[in-house]
């Protein structure tokens, strides 16, 4: 028998022993920041200055989500800083930035066979691996449960460390001063950050940071009132005056400029190419040929990509993928194909006897296409490579860049640049490989930008998914209680993507060895969101895993977006079967889950429902996304309108709780920008693939929704003393049901495919 870590694991733990093993011992890092002329380090996550300005590591992904302000705010207030005097920088790749919560969620992907011990080997195992491997990605709303306690304490030991300098040359307690807005005080003295921080920085932090006593907080403000920021973001006026600088704005001495031309999938490979039909165009600079792609550098970007055109690269495509041919696998796949339990509940799947009603829904793949494509700058000299890149996990961003073209990953410096929206794009990391490949073959500094036709190709969208739904509903009596749900069943036929998603960001496979490697593989995390946020008295959540051919990954909302549909729908048609109002049914369902029944009656409120009654154009639709006190809860009442061009969506209301707030300003944001996310997956248009091409070249195919197209929005947070939960994703999940729901009532038409109108109206 084969020693494993997890036999070895197991076994110390059922001896009763201490588990020893050098991957769980604790890890210190050494600080990563580096002082510039007059700044001195205060641990791994601030900097002040002689001019007292206060300089913040960001080890998290700006992709507008505002991250670049959330952590700076949290530093800020428990330093007892200006928020004047606050700047920002990108953090080094370190591992003192790890992101344990994230690590141990995806702990399935990266370690699948040690996963699952239990709660506090796997906690142990995460953080050692999270550190270790420094794992710092941005993604699935993870960043304040990762990084809000540790910018505390970091800020509250620089305070106290300031607080000891002053104390010593005025000759008190340290204890006894206080620090706040950038200076330390002790009855009628006082002095700057800047004054202190040079002998400051040379104390030893206190073994327990002093925290201030309550965390930072925002109270919610009424749907109608816009209060002026706090704390206004960092990064908006760089961003209105155009300064701001993406990784398209980087400019190196002797920089090309290089477009790139792929294959319809990531079998394809290219077979040829007329080098001659370039000939007339000027300021080339090289041609890079890869397998499965063809790269061109010149003087300008427009140069190339006209260059490349010219050439007209061929590429055979061993499997080609079609719309039609995806939704026949999944269409059998949900009728015939091996379940697999993903979660029971309750009674389980025994209860459910018979079902009294039963539907299906579709929903088709969804793309991020984000406003910035694929881009990153590079120099490669002397066995090294200089990487300016936006990546949401830039330490497996080094590594595949490393491995493309062998060298070392300590031969690799990836200096983190924002991004102009990503949406999950940004976590894969095809554009690293390649700019590495391209900068080292032309042997001088270069900046790739992948054309918006290769954005959309290259994508791996979001994994469609059948679901089909059935439950069990108790019959009406002298209660009023009729359609109650019994038991319910969810069998939903959708890839493994998320278990797909980590071979290739951790394993470093192509696509299509991914899929090879994943194929009939249950995966929980494909089906996320798939158990109701309703206390149902039996549940059974089956997984069918579908191979469809097409490479898929994470888009904004994740699988929440399909069960969420799904679920939301269907309950609405329970309702209406059972002569049910809404609300009420809802309500009757949620147990001991009070803080949705509260953004479920505030959205009501803000919406003056009506009970969703025919013609009303009124629909309702509410979730839950995550486990435990720091799930975000929302609730939605959309309404719709006829008009000329057929239904309009005029008017959304949300209430939400996402526990504590930070930056209130910010989390309306983005729960509006979730809204508008979920709006164009509902309403815009389904990406027909065609021989493994999309039908539509660009994202104008998508039919995103524009300004015009956006309702007025009515948003207010519930009061809550739970710990902060990521609104990022939650309005983009709740806006598609709620959406469906209104066009029923608005138009008596019952749409179960996402996007709505793929089939017309």
Partial sequence: MGLTRRGLLAGAAAGGGLIVAWWLMPRNYATPLVPARGEHVFGAWLKIANDGVVTVAVPQLEMGQGITTLLPQIVAYELGADWRQIAVEPAPVSGAYANIPLATKWMALWDPFGAGLSGSTDALIAARFAGAQRFNATADGTSLSAYEQPCREAAAAARAMLAQEAASRWGVAW???????????????????????????????????????????????????????????????????????????????????????????????????????????????????????????????????????????????????????????????????EAHTIAETGYGGEALQRVDIGRRYEVEPAYAAPVETATAAARYADGRLDLWIASQAPEQARIAAARAIGISTEDVALYPMPAGGSFDARLEHDHAIEIALIAKELGRPVQLTWPRRDELIRARPRAPAWLLLGAQLAKGGASGEGGAIDAMRIRIATPPAALEFGKRLFGNLTSMAAIRETSGEPDPLACEGAVPPYQLPALLVEHVPV???????????????????????????????????????????????????????????????????????????????????????????????????????????????????????????????????????????????????????????????????????????????????????????????????????????????????????
Avoid at 216 to 239: N, T, Y
Avoid at 247 to 263: C, E, K, Q, T, Y
Avoid at 563 to 570: D, G, K, L, P
């Fill in 175 to 337: 204890e006894e001063c206080e620090v706040e807005g950038g200076f330390v005080t002790h009855t009628d003295k006082r002095a700057s950050f800047g004054e202190l921080a040079e002998a400051a920085a040379e104390y030893t932090p206190p073994d327990l940071p002093p925290l201030r006593p309550e965390p930072p907080r925002e109270k919610p403000l009424p749907a109608d009132v816009d209060g002026a920021p706090a704390f206004p973001r960092i990064d908006l006026p760089s961003k209105v005056d155009g300064s701001y600088r993406f990784a398209g704005d980087v400019r190196l001495p002797g920089m090309v400029f290089a477009s790139i031309r792929h294959g319809p999938v990531d079998g394809s490979e290219l077979t040829g190419f007329n080098p001659k039909g370039a000939a007339g165009i000027k300021g080339l600079a090289g041609i890079v040929e890869s397998k499965r792609w063809l790269a061109v550098a010149a003087d300008t970007w427009w140069s190339a990509d006209q260059a490349l055109a010219a050439m007209k690269p061929k590429f055979a495509n061993p499997t080609p993928v079609n719309s039609n041919e995806i939704a026949a696998k999944l269409d059998a796949a949900l009728t015939g194909g």
């Fill in 547 to 761: 191979e469809i051919g097409l490479p898929v990954g994470r888009v904004r909302g994740n699988a929440y977006g399909p069960t969420v549909f799904a679920i939301e729908s269907f309950i609405d048609e329970i309702a209406a079967k059972a002569g049910r109002e809404p609300l009420s049914f809802r309500m009757s369902m949620l147990g001991s889950d009070v803080r949705l029944a509260a953004c479920l009656q505030r959205a009501a409120q803000l919406a003056g429902w009506d009970g969703g009654a025919d013609q009303s154009g009124q629909g309702l639709a509410c979730a839950r996304i995550g486990e435990g006190p720091e799930a975000g809860r929302i609730a939605c009442v959309a309404t719709a309108r006829q008009g000329e061009g057929g239904v309009r969506v005029i008017r959304l209301s949300v209430a939400a709780d996402i526990g504590r707030i930070v930056n209130h300003d910010i989390a309306k944001q983005q729960i509006e920008g979730g809204l508008v996310f979920g709006m164009g997956i509902a309403l815009g248009n389904a990406l027909r693939l065609r021989g493994g091409l999309p039908e539509g070249g660009d994202d104008s195919a998508l039919g995103l929704p524009v300004l015009a197209d956006c309702p007025e929005m009515r948003i207010e947070f519930i009061a809550s003393e739970a710990p902060p939960a990521d609104p990022g994703e939650l309005g983009t999940v709740v806006a598609p049901p709620a959406i469906a729901n209104a066009l029923f009532s608005a138009t008596g038409l019952r749409l179960r495919r996402l996007p709505l109108l793929s089939d017309g109206i």
